[in-house]
């Protein structure tokens, strides 16, 4: 049995943390929503979100400690080969599993405004 500290010693507070900064997005970019496990993740998981929307994006995506605000990893939006869902047809996986401290981070996704 994993102890309880131990189960939840990567906490990440991703779940319903979605930040699209304003300057980064110009009015015609897509909505994003972001499917991610909301409970946290265990230091040696693999770590992925997914990214989804009506409409192609490109960019990359950082993790940001959510105390320091400083970013622990970045990396690309990589499309990923899972069928729509619903309306939303384009979905992203956004692999993080490098990230390996405890704490409490949130995600960030940065478009770049290409399709």
């Known amino acids: 049995m994993i102890s309880s500290s131990r189960q939840c010693s ?14 980064w997005l110009a009015a015609a ?13 265990l230091t040696a998981d693999a770590k992925v ?3 989804f929307s009506e409409q192609p994006i490109a960019g990359e995506f950082s993790v940001v400690d959510a105390v320091t605000k400083q970013e622990v990893f970045r990396g690309p939006l990589a499309a990923s080969s899972a069928k729509g869902w619903g ?3 384009h979905h992203y996986e956004l692999d993080f599993s ?5 704490g409490k981070y949130f995600l960030q996704i940065k478009p770049n405004g290409k399709s």
């Open 10 to 23: 990567i906490c990440l507070s991703l779940c319903c943390i979605f930040w699209l900064q304003s300057g």
């Open 29 to 41: 970019t897509p909505s994003v929503h972001l499917r991610v496990n909301q409970v946290g993740y």
């Open 49 to 51: 979100a997914i990214a």
């Open 87 to 89: 309306k939303f047809t």
């Open 98 to 102: 490098a990230v390996k401290k405890p």
